[in-house]
């Protein structure tokens, strides 16, 4: 039976967390497979009750933590070639950077057979200063050739990874979009909307439009907002805004919610409901996308953005910026609008039209339901996993 080392960064909230949980959970029978986790940062919400609910445990390693700290660094690489002399893994696969970097190196130098990345996203712009990001492109590189095989979620990464940041040959990257567990999106929907609007006391005339993420610079939340300030002077349609997540930059946005003079509220502190609404973090992520009519995303880069394939699944349109893998997640003008990167009127215009446009947020809404499902279900993302094992083990 081969043996499969899963290793990720961490445990919070997003595409990552799923794919290696479905991974884990559905993968044949014919593999046996062990979870490896990193620590989530401070701010972070966590998703360990995702692999709670499938019965996972995973093994932690504290030290592996996202920021750059060599002597924690150097502590967790260790423990992986550990855990990878006594698992004796036929193949080692890592998702997202840093335990890319420690697992791919600790696999390298344990003489396992296959090795395996995921690049769920990536840093090479719209993160760091050019130095950093020059810095860690080449430390990509010299991965790619310790690599058997390096995986990309979409087309158009592929195309970054060999193309536009020279990671490695094209003829060595395999596309697996990501896979979701969908059919919960559509469950009891009504009894969701229902407890959604009444929960945070929307009105039945006043649509809501929601964005689910991380409040760090990344996801650009300052767009959404701005792009709130002028979709209110430019519709007469009743709307609510919601943004769904916690972190960082949280006191920085209430406050551009004050210089814009956007009224607000902290939802998660009791206060009441106004036009922008802070909700933090909210586990039922399904009921919030039931009671939602439009699903918003203002991100700066991204690789599968999930809460776009969830959005699709519940049947809600979407307005987006047109960056890294968006374009492969949601197909213009039939399941939402993607417009370009930081440009507040074009993302306000293509709100307004969705507000004001009933048939076209249903129609929109039906086409994302059949594309997400056909596309992200994660019985497609466990098949096309297996092919890929089976090839490469093959070889070995």
Same mark, same amino acid.
């Given at each position: ?11 919070n909230? =997003? /595409? $990552? ?16 497979? +062990? ?5 989530? &940062? ?10 709670e609910?499938? =019965?996972?445990?995973?093994?932690y390693?504290? *030290?592996?933590?996202r920021?750059?700290?060599?002597f ?8 992986? !070639? ?7 893994? &036929?193949? #080692? ?29 990536? #840093? ?5 200063h ?9 430390? *990509? ?21 060999? %193309? ?7 003829e060595?990257?395999?596309?697996? $979009?990501?896979?979701?567990?969908? &059919? ?5 929907? &009504? ?13 039945? %005339?006043?649509?809501a ?16 907002? !701005? ?12 709307f ?8 960082e ?5 209430? /406050? ?12 998660? @502190? =009791? ?11 909210i586990? *039922? ?5 039931? /009671? ?10 991204? =690789?599968?953005?999930?809460?776009l394939?969830?959005? %699709? ?5 979407? #307005? ?5 893998? #968006? ?6 003008e ?8 930081n @440009? ?9 039209? +969705? ?21 992200f /279900?994660? %019985? ?17």
């Open positions: 039976m081969p043996k499969i080392l899963r290793i990720i960064n961490r445990l909230i =997003g /595409g $990552p967390t799923f794919n290696v949980a479905y991974l884990t959970k559905y993968l044949s029978s014919r593999y046996e497979t +062990l979870l490896v986790s990193g620590t989530i &940062d401070d701010g972070e919400a966590s998703s360990e009750y995702i692999l609910e499938l =019965g996972i445990k995973p093994v390693i504290p *030290e592996m933590q920021p750059i700290r060599p924690k660094d150097r502590k967790a690489y260790s423990k992986i !070639k550990q855990i990878i002399k006594k698992f004796q893994p &036929d193949i #080692v696969h890592t998702h997202a950077a840093k335990a890319g970097t420690l697992g791919r190196l600790a696999a390298y130098h344990s003489n396992v057979p296959v090795i395996l990345h995921t690049f769920h996203g990536h #840093v090479f712009h719209s993160y760091f050019p130095l950093v990001t020059k810095a860690f492109i080449q430390i *990509e590189r010299y991965l790619a050739k310790k690599s058997s095989k390096i995986v990309a979620i979409s087309e158009l990464q592929k195309k970054e990874l060999s %193309q536009d940041f020279k990671i490695c040959q094209e060595k990257i395999v596309v697996v $979009p990501n896979g979701f567990d969908l &059919d919960r999106f559509q469950k009891d929907y &009504d009894l969701k909307r229902n407890r959604f609007r009444t929960q945070y006391s929307i009105p039945e %005339q006043v649509l439009i929601g964005i689910i993420g991380r409040l760090a610079p990344i996801k650009n939340h300052e767009l959404f907002l !701005k792009s709130i300030d002028l979709l209110r002077k430019i519709t007469n349609i009743p609510m805004a919601f943004i769904i997540g916690d972190g930059l949280r006191v920085k946005l209430e /406050g551009i919610c004050q210089q814009l003079n956007l009224p607000f509220a902290k939802l998660d @502190q =009791g206060e009441l409901p106004q036009l922008v609404n802070f909700t933090s973090w586990k *039922e992520i399904d009921i919030a996308n039931a /009671g939602l009519d439009i699903i918003a995303l203002t991100s700066l880069n991204e =690789g599968t953005p999930v809460s394939v969830e959005a %699709q699944a519940a049947r809600n349109p979407i #307005v987006t910026t047109n960056v890294g893998g #968006v374009a492969d997640v949601v197909l213009h039939k399941a939402g609008f993607l417009t370009p990167s @440009q507040h009127e074009p993302f306000a215009n293509a709100l307004k039209i +969705l507000l004001e446009n009933e048939n076209l947020r249903k129609s929109m809404g039906d086409f994302g339901h059949s594309f997400a499902f056909e596309k /279900g994660y %019985q497609r993302l466990v098949k096309d996993m297996e092919n890929l094992y089976d090839l490469l083990l093959s070889k070995n």
